[in-house]
């Protein structure tokens, strides 16, 4: 007999085989009908799948997160049975439930088309109204070869399963999948659903392997969630960060400098030394010191800084420099490290905060680099903050003042998360524990929520993880604080105590915001392409609406030159409706179209962007003044 805990504490015993659905069913047929499956012992299961061990027993039901991902994974079975009532020549691959949605990959002579969608999403709502049940068989080897003869790749699967391991088919009408589960109980579970786009996704993700065709799909239990859900994706598309730097000329890539190697043209680099300016004040006004260090460097740094051990597949090949092995640095610490040792610490130096814009190289696979986001080279705003024991929790006080400052001026709201020891990891398992207490401990006390996230740290320290919510709703990597007991050991470091005995500082690693190409990236995607004044790489454009009018224009924009402005005179012979649209076009923030009424009384008529027509009259005096002001204080205006 298994014994079965449910959550109130009660106990049920069932014999070994007996079916979810006849516990919950003895647990109340209110709760059976609302179930999608049950979690036994950390595991979920469907209903139907034979019960083989006791332990703690949940109901699943549509409010529980792991629903999702039943109702998902039962959405790629649905769609290859509507796949192959229509194409029976389709091979079926895999077919996971993953966030948001879920896919299946099928082998084809010919890649599907968008109307080949349409065709099998219609055929899917056919599947789905016929209710079939999602019917489970625990096959021998040889009944599962014969169900699956014509499938190759169910067969190759089939070929790894060891002689002990249970094979379980899953049948839902005419379409038989081999599957462990778990399922919903039949196809009519699938309501809020919608197929996005194919892709070529490689059998096995391996690219000596045949090309499979993988569908993507989201599903969703309620219907707002997936109207939600479309409507992020739109968002998204159109905030596309590649697509609007095409239109704004931000950036680009050449094949000739190498994917994943970015090129910013000037506009972008308005946008990023904007950042730069504004970060670089930030921090000298909370006591950061600015340092420069080479790009490449010699590999014997990285051995003692442990990176050739835990970092390799990520750091760019050795360069021989006269019989030595050299490498592009993957992370600034090291070098910093070395400034630090270059002389002899006292207590009374203490803490030393170094900060570099200093770029850096990992290598990532060209399957997985996207735009500005994911690359092979970008400028980290690194800092290394080296202190001792007593002054970390200050230091981490005010890293996070700093964080919090930084995200106000961007407009991000943002969420923290705890990461704490990976898998792969430097320095004692005690050393850790007392890092992340006393991260843990500051945040208790500054009255910060936060989130864990276990074994997200790095290789040598646990670290507090901001996370950005863009205007999407889409969380991106923001600042990172990273406690570090175990460079300073490895590299030696030292200074004298009050006691003058030789003592090991501490050190933090923070990034505010990490990779400048990804920030940037964000930025465009959050603001979409419309920048907020002082960030614009055009803020005010002049409009003469004849050229009668062009010197007036002229000095417009001298006079907002005069005060700090980014503005141009667009004096071009096209037409005023013309001129006006371009200037929305590239979402110039500011446009001011002047005339006959505008030259004689020294005014403007001021177009804000996103305003549509409406205009306002203001003399140059109080625009220039207004739009001082909101560059100094960074306003997130218009
Ligand atoms: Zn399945
Ligand atoms: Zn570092």
Redesign the pocket.
């Known amino acids: 007999m298994l014994t079965l805990r449910l959550p109130d504490g009660a106990t049920r015993e069932a014999p070994e085989g007996a079916l979810p659905r006849e516990i919950v069913a003895s647990i109340g047929s209110r709760l059976l009908r609302d179930a999608i499956a049950v979690e036994v012992d950390g595991e979920v299961l469907d209903l139907t799948t034979p019960l083989r061990k006791g332990g703690a027993f949940r109901v699943l039901t549509e409010k529980d997160a792991e629903s999702l991902s039943v109702l998902r994974h039962s959405g790629a079975h649905i769609l290859a049975t509507a796949v192959r009532r229509l194409r029976p020549d389709a091979k079926i691959g895999f077919g996971p439930s993953i966030e948001d949605g879920f896919y299946y990959d099928f082998e084809v002579e010919e890649p599907f088309t968008p109307e080949d969608l349409e065709k099998f999403e219609a055929e899917m709502r056919k599947v789905i109204a016929e209710k079939f049940s999602f019917v489970r068989e625990e096959v021998s080897q040889p009944e599962a070869q014969k169900r699956f003869a014509d499938d190759p790749l169910k067969l190759e699967r089939l070929g790894e399963f060891s002689s002990d391991e249970i094979i379980s088919t899953y049948t839902d009408g005419p379409f038989v999948d081999l599957c462990r589960g778990p399922h919903v109980p039949d196809t009519g579970y699938l309501k809020h659903f919608k197929l996005l786009h194919t892709a070529g996704a490689y059998w096995r993700g391996d690219e000596r392997r045949q090309m499979l065709q993988r569908i993507y799909a989201t599903a969703w239990f309620r219907k707002e969630d997936l109207e939600a859900h479309l409507h992020r994706l739109e968002e998204a598309k159109r905030r596309d960060h590649r697509a609007l730097s095409q239109l704004l000329d931000l950036y680009s890539t050449d094949a000739r400098v190498g994917p994943g190697l970015i090129l910013w043209h000037p506009k972008g680099a308005i946008v990023r030394n904007e950042i730069e300016n504004y970060e670089r004040a930030l921090i000298l006004r909370h006591g950061y010191e600015l340092v420069y260090t080479p790009h490449i460097v010699s590999e014997k740094l990285f051995q003692i800084s442990g990176h050739l051990e835990n970092f390799k597949e990520g750091m760019f090949g050795a360069m021989d420099v006269d019989g030595a092995a050299y490498r592009p640095k993957p ?3 090291p070098g ?1 490290i070395c400034i630090y040792q270059s002389r002899q610490r006292s207590y009374r130096d203490l803490p030393i905060r170094y900060a570099e814009f200093g770029a850096v190289y990992r290598y990532e696979r060209s399957g997985v680099l996207h735009g500005m986001m994911r690359v092979r080279g970008f400028t980290q705003d ?1 800092a ?1 903050v080296f202190c001792t024991l007593e002054q970390v929790p200050a230091e981490i006080e005010r890293l996070m003042d700093l964080c919090d400052e930084m995200l106000r001026t961007f407009g991000y709201p943002y969420t923290i998360e705890l990461a704490t020891r990976p898998e792969k990891a430097l320095g004692s398992p005690e050393l850790w524990k007392q890092a992340e207490a006393t991260l843990a401990d500051v945040l208790t006390k500054r009255g910060q929520a936060y989130e864990m996230d276990e074994g997200g740290g790095a290789f040598y320290g646990p670290k507090l993880d901001f996370k950005l919510i863009d205007a999407i709703g889409r969380k991106w990597q923001g600042p990172t604080v ?1 406690l ?1 007991f175990n ?1 300073p050991e490895r590299f030696g470091l030292e200074y004298t105590g009050a006691d003058n005995a030789a003592h090991r500082p501490i ?1 933090l ?1 923070r990034v505010l915001v990490g990779s400048m190409e990804r920030f940037v990236g964000g930025l465009i995607e959050h603001f979409a392409g419309a920048f907020p004044l002082w960030l614009a790489p055009e803020q005010v454009r002049v409009i003469p609406i004849a050229d009668d009018f062009r010197e007036f224009a002229a000095s417009v924009v001298r006079r907002l030159k005069a005060r700090g402005a980014r503005a141009h005179l667009d004096d071009r012979s096209e037409t005023l409706n013309y001129r006006i649209r371009d200037g929305e076009t590239m979402k110039v923030p500011y446009m001011a179209v002047v005339g006959k009424r505008e030259a004689e009384a020294d005014s403007i008529a001021l177009r804000v962007r996103g305003a549509g027509k409406k205009q306002e009259i203001l003399t140059v005096a109080d625009f220039t003044a207004r739009v001082e002001d909101e560059l100094a204080t960074r306003a997130l205006v218009p």
């Open positions: 992370m600034n610490c910093h690194d290394h990273q570090d460079l050190m690693h």
